[in-house]
């Protein structure tokens, strides 16, 4: 019996000893040698007005020897947020800068080119737009009543947007003056920043009017919305080259 005990004593210790000899698992790394990308700083939610910015950057561990081109910089929804690389400082601090073009939520990440590693998250929450209305002009008639806005933003601003984003600004636009005013009818004309607003609109047009047409604003009471519609048009590129060289 004693010795089975001394046998069943040896075995276990072997065990043990194996099992605390063994190698821990090795950290999770990419094919590029990076082992980790750690946010610096600005972490959660972020929250910016569209056409507004932010910049941050975060650590590359692993390795210092990376290319900027082994890490891929994404976002949920790029007609909402963009993420981009910016610069990288120190060997290891790598700057992105997020830009938002228009009214939502999306998330952001960078993540190594194989997709093994990547930062946390961060949801960018983007409200409003930025533009100015340069000019009013009533174009109402003795049975409705309707108003024409001319407005503009940077060239920058505008031509980074989709034609989806700039169909939505438009109706944005739109919609924000109707909360306010009574309206048969609403015209908005979307121009850059030193376009000639006596000219044909530049990037975008929105009527917003009963069934999306003007002509019928005579058939509604003044404020009255619930038929309201849109008609949008947003120009092609050479369309626009015409019209803000005319």
Request: aromatic share 10%; proline share 2%; net charge negative.
């Amino acid at each position: 019996m004693r010795k089975i005990l001394a046998l069943f004593s040896a075995i276990i210790c072997i065990l043990s000893l194996s099992a605390c000899g063994s190698a821990p698992q090795s950290e999770t790394q990419s094919d590029t040698g990076i082992t980790a990308l750690k946010l610096i700083a600005v972490k959660g939610n972020v929250d910016l007005d569209a056409g507004d910015s932010k910049d941050g950057y975060f650590k590359v561990e692993g390795s210092k020897d990376f290319s900027v081109d082994d890490i891929e910089f994404v976002s949920s929804d790029p007609s909402i947020a963009t993420f981009v690389y910016d610069q990288t400082s120190l060997e290891t601090c790598v700057y992105y800068k997020i830009n938002a073009l228009s009214a939502g939520t999306a998330t952001v990440h960078a993540q190594t080119k194989d997709g093994k590693i990547r930062t946390d998250e961060l949801t960018v929450n983007v409200t409003g737009y930025i533009y100015d209305i340069v000019k009013f002009d009533d174009t109402s008639i003795p049975t409705a009543k309707r108003m024409t806005l001319c407005v503009t933003a940077s060239e920058d601003y505008l031509y980074a947007m989709t034609d989806e984003q700039l169909s939505q600004m438009v109706k944005f636009i739109a919609d924000n003056y109707a909360a306010s005013h009574k309206m048969n009818a609403i015209t908005v004309y979307l121009y850059c920043d030193g376009d000639d607003t006596e000219g044909a609109f530049t990037i975008a047009s929105c009527t917003y009017a009963p069934g999306g047409d003007i002509e019928k604003a005579p058939d509604i009471k003044a404020g009255d919305y619930s038929t309201f519609d849109y008609d949008v048009h947003v120009n092609s590129a050479s369309e626009r080259e015409t019209y803000r060289a005319s």
